[in-house]
DNA sequence: CTTCCTTTGCAAAACGTTTTGGGTTGGTGT
DNA sequence: ACACCAACCCAAAACGTTTTGCAAAGGAAG
């Protein structure tokens, strides 16, 4: 490794002081360098390929530049993916950078990865969640900026961001009622959390103000995977007046839903439209027909978390906020028309 | 924030100066210090609550604990997360932490992510891949620590870590055998890279070992998703003497394939067996019946890539080596014994 | 009692920045 | 010619550690 070159150097080279590089380099609005200095530091600085120091300018400023992310899980699903990314692209639009950190569940190693980010001096820390959930936050991140990711937590003081899970199903089932259906059938979760609760009242919502009447038979509940979905759905399916169309809690219950009305002998969509949540690519992509979705905005929600602690850290004293982040309708090709009765 | 406690707080608590205490803490073995005095300073530190300070112990020891992690792309697949995931688990068994940067095909972008992690000191970067390919390694990380992970480059000197595509097409194929397919197709992939060829090879290898006569009309060759495998796997599927067995390339094709023998009205596994490759569980899992397949590596891919990357950076000089992973088989339910003819 | 180790602890320098309080230069008003 | 002021630049201190070179204390050998 070649030594690396240092602001010394640089300002031997320019033929002045460090003090003077320092000025010419960081702070634009002073008026202590010429401009015309500035000018020839920057150029000198360049031509030597000169990088500041992080952990030397941390140091000093007690601004590490640096952002934790903690997150529960990473690996099952394509969203971790995304909210990281989103992270990284605000983090990296204002100068920062992020430390990504993840737990599991086990919160002994919570408590040491988020002391690791303390003790790597990060500005601040984004407690991320891989779905929409209820948390309370770790005592040791009172009193240091903190944003929560798909997740909120009872004290108002925090800022948060998650899915607008009502307007979520509202938009999945608006799409269907578009198109004419008027027998719904809605397959939910049974968990007890977020999204079970607010995609129920949002598909009831939707309902109520096309003024359709709700058939409390085509609302069936069962564990929200694919073979959840499928079992629910062939119920559901079976039924005498069955609906004509099917809002599904996530894509996976939608897999379900299409691999029932395969085993039924109903085409998708002439006979019966699947929409869906999450536009999880790998399975909406793949499914035959394409499956019509609402997107979870992950990428977005990302973004958000750390323009929101990046601004609670320059300025801080605005009052936290919770956000809740539109579900945008991605179309394939589940949803047509409902058959002729 | 309450003043952070620092090493001189420590050291006055305990009474004794912060060289004690430096040495107290950090260097185990010296003798510079009375066992009696170590103990008495490590409870003290730890009573206060005492984390060092990692920018300014970077600072001066030229080393800051992170490692970087370059990637192309996070997003589409879990299978970032996996690889993110090892390289963590793996960096803070070792008291390191890791800082994740993606710039997807932007290479100015990653010019200036790369630089970003200079500026923040990484000790050594792992140059990730989505996707097991050749790759050339950007200028500015030369004389740094370097590991590829899923990726390989033509310099002998860098160490890398990729799937073995061999191992895991024999091992796909040999689960087929292993129950009596002797008529066993695949459906290869068209793109010119690594797992094109390494898993034909595979596939013509295990074959062979087990003195099965390959026929030409049991390749084909299609786009790798699901659309492809569904094209690719009728035209196979509708053959006058079909294969009972499918080797597919990917788990995205073998969907493909379920939905071209759902079409054709063969049932899994007991008119025809399916193997994939990816382990997928989002597809894998919810396919139905679930679908066997091999696992890539990825967790243990980033495990062995920072593994590594660390042992060059504590003892350096061990000559670079091109590791290959092992990748596992995980049964599910798509493979029986093949029809009686 | 002196000398010489050994053991233990301390003060200070160094890492690469930023920023404060002065200092130097050269020009302007009287 | 004198004081004064702007404009520019510099030396030095500080951030929180680690480590080096010394010094003090205590014990053993002569």
Redesign the interface.
């Known amino acids: 490794?070649?030594t690396r070159v240092g602001i010394r150097e640089v300002a031997r080279a320019a033929g002045v002081s460090v003090t003077t590089v320092s000025h010419a380099l960081n702070d634009a609005t002073s008026f202590r360098v010429k401009a015309e200095t500035r000018q020839h530091v920057r150029e000198v600085a360049r031509n030597l390929g000169y990088?500041?120091?992080?952990?030397?300018s941390?140091?000093r400023n007690q601004r590490?530049q640096?952002l934790g992310l903690v997150s529960d899980e990473?690996?099952?699903?394509?969203f971790?993916?995304?909210m990281?990314?989103g992270a990284?692209d605000a983090a990296?639009e204002r100068g920062y950078?992020?430390?990504?950190?993840?737990s599991g569940l086990d919160t002994e190693l919570e408590h040491r990865?988020i002391?690791?980010?303390?003790?790597?001096?990060v500005d601040g820390v984004v407690y991320a969640r891989l779905y929409h959930q209820g948390v309370q936050l770790p005592q040791e991140l009172a009193?240091?900026p903190t944003v929560l990711l798909d997740a909120v937590t009872d004290d108002a003081a925090i800022s948060s961001v998650v899915p607008d899970e009502v307007n979520a199903a509202e938009t999945a089932v608006e799409a269907l009622i578009r198109v004419g259906h008027t027998r719904i059938g809605m397959i939910n979760n049974v968990d007890d959390i977020p999204a079970t609760h607010g995609r129920f009242d949002g598909f009831r919502n939707a309902l109520r103000r096309h003024g359709i009447e709700r058939d409390p038979r085509h609302l069936v509940i069962g564990v929200a995977?694919?073979?959840g979905g499928?079992e629910t759905a062939l119920d559901l399916l079976s039924q005498p007046d069955r609906p004509t169309a099917l809002f599904c809690f996530s894509d996976?219950v939608a897999?379900?839903a299409y691999?029932a009305a395969?085993a039924l002998g109903l085409r998708i969509p002439e006979d019966i439209s699947i929409v869906g949540v999450d536009n999880?690519?790998?399975?909406a992509?793949?499914?035959?027909p394409g499956l019509t979705t609402v997107a979870l905005p992950h990428?977005e929600m990302g973004r958000w978390a750390v323009h929101r602690i990046l601004d609670d850290i320059e300025n801080p004293g605005r009052p936290a906020e919770q956000a809740r982040l539109a579900c945008p309708l991605i179309e394939r090709g589940s949803v047509g028309p409902p058959p002729p009765s």
Chains 1, 2 share one sequence.
């Open positions: 490794m070649t990088a500041p120091n992080r952990l030397a941390g140091l590490s640096i990473i690996t099952t699903t394509p971790a993916g995304a990281i990314r990284q990296y950078v992020v430390m990504v950190v993840n990865e002391s690791m980010l303390q003790q790597h001096q009193g240091m995977d694919t073979a499928r996976r897999m379900g691999q395969t999880l690519e790998l399975i992509d793949a499914l035959w990428y």
